[in-house]
C-alpha cells in the first residue's frame, strides 16, 4: 500500500518515504538531495521535485513542500505507460491530462475505495498541481 491510513507515512519507491512532520534537516541529509530540483524557496515554504521509478514500478513525479521546517503536503503524479522522459502536456499527446486524471482516480480507489479521504492526519485528495497544472494526487498533513 501507498500510504498507512493509520499515520500517513508513504513509502513511494525503495528509497524514499516521507511522514507527517518529517522534518527538513532529515531531508536534506538524505544522500539523494542533490538529485531533487528546488521547486520553491520563500519565507515561509521550500518545495522540491524530483522523478522516480517507483511505486508499482511505475514512474512518478513526487513534490515536498515544507512548510518552515516541517513536511506540509506531498503532491504524486504518475507518468502515463507510454510517457519516458517527461510528462506529456495536451499538444504532444492528445487526451494526455484526462488519461493521467482516469488513472489517478482508479489507482485512488484501488488503493482507498471510494472518497473521501480523510484521514486523522489528514486528507488525500484529486486536484492539478499549481505550478504545472497537470493532474496530481495531493497529500496534505493537518
Known amino acids: 500500500m501507498l500510504v498507512n491510513q493509520k499515520n500517513g507515512q508513504l513509502n513511494l519507491a525503495q528509497n524514499l518515504s516521507v511522514f507527517r512532520y518529517m522534518p527538513i534537516k532529515e531531508f536534506t541529509s538524505r544522500e539523494d538531495y542533490s538529485l531533487w530540483e528546488n521547486i520553491m524557496d520563500s ?82 485528495s484529486l486536484g492539478n498541481s499549481q505550478f504545472d497544472k497537470f493532474s496530481i494526487i495531493h497529500i496534505e498533513y493537518t
Open 43 to 124: 519565507e515561509f515554504m521550500l518545495g522540491y521535485m524530483n522523478e522516480y521509478k517507483g511505486y508499482m514500478d511505475q514512474k512518478i513525479n513526487v513534490s515536498l513542500f515544507f512548510l518552515r521546517t516541517f513536511l506540509w503536503c506531498v503532491e504524486l503524479s504518475f507518468f502515463l505507460p507510454t510517457e519516458q522522459k517527461s510528462r506529456f502536456r495536451e499538444s504532444d499527446y492528445p487526451n494526455a491530462d484526462a488519461l493521467r486524471w482516469r488513472f489517478h482516480e482508479k489507482f485512488l480507489r484501488s488503493e482507498l475505495g471510494d472518497p473521501p479521504y480523510n484521514y486523522q492526519w489528514g486528507f488525500i
